[in-house]
């Protein structure tokens, strides 16, 4: 099974509440490249999951503009989720390609404990930085990090 985790792009601060934050048009122009990557290399998921906050919401519309799929609003998915917490989740998945929109630090998180089954969180997850994790099952040391891709040079590997 493959799973890209994408972390919404650069989002305004001006709310009263993180739920509430847009993306700025930086933000958009990130997440459209990102989705022009995508699309260019032919990735295509199986289902869409996506954190209920407003950026990651606006950021999944902007991915999803090719594929027209259900988008699953997760609460499960919010910066501060707890890996176990989306290791359990994901356990009810049953396809084989899932696309995943959410924020840092569970992003940055989950791959270092998937990876290298480190909970440190160094991967530097940026707006609308993209991994690719493949694994049989998603649990502690588990995964293989297939890539890593940040804006605006998505080409580059930044494993």
Known sequence: MEILLIRH???SWD???DIERELTEVGQQE???AADWISASGWKPDELWVSPYRRAVQ???ILNRDWQLRPRLKSSLTPDTPQSELETMLA???GERLLLVSHNPLLSNVIAHW???DNKSYWGMQPASMALVSAEVFSQG???LEWLRHYPNYDHNGR
Request: aromatic share 4%.
């Open 142 to 144: 588990c995964g293989t």
């Open 15 to 17: 709310t009263k509440t």
């Open 59 to 61: 950021t999944a519309a």
């Open 115 to 117: 990876h290298d089954g």
């Open 31 to 33: 997440v459209n490249v």
């Open 92 to 94: 009810t998945f049953r």
């Open 9 to 11: 792009g650069s989002a």
